[in-house]
């Protein structure tokens, strides 16, 4: 069992910037993937940001060049980088973290960008 806690959302002005914190309960080291999913009003969740074990990254078409995933496995955190925010980005985004055939979630955290 692995228990995900975000943290780092907020408000901002378009054009500012946010890190947001996924704190695991216990090692990452060993978990297949770490994502970043985030939900809109009205929207499907998707995958906004993927890295590997291996470190290897990956984005949604519309955050790349803005958004930069990374891992600190001596922390047992991932965090999300956002720079150059702009209203769409505007959603609660969630960690998810996949281990074999389980998966795993946060409870959220809200990201309001105001144009």
Known sequence: ???????????????????????????????????????????????????????????????KGRFTISRDNAKNTVYLQMNSLKAEDTAVYYCNAVRGPDLYWGQGTQVTVSS
């Open 1 to 63: 069992q692995v228990q995900l806690v975000e943290s780092g959302g907020g408000l901002v002005q378009a054009g500012g910037s946010l890190r947001l914190s996924c704190a695991a309960s216990r090692s990452i080291f060993s978990i297949n993937f770490m994502n970043w999913y985030r939900q809109a009003p009205g929207k499907q969740r998707e995958l906004v940001a993927t890295i590997t074990v291996g470190g290897t990254t990956n984005y949604v078409d519309s955050v």
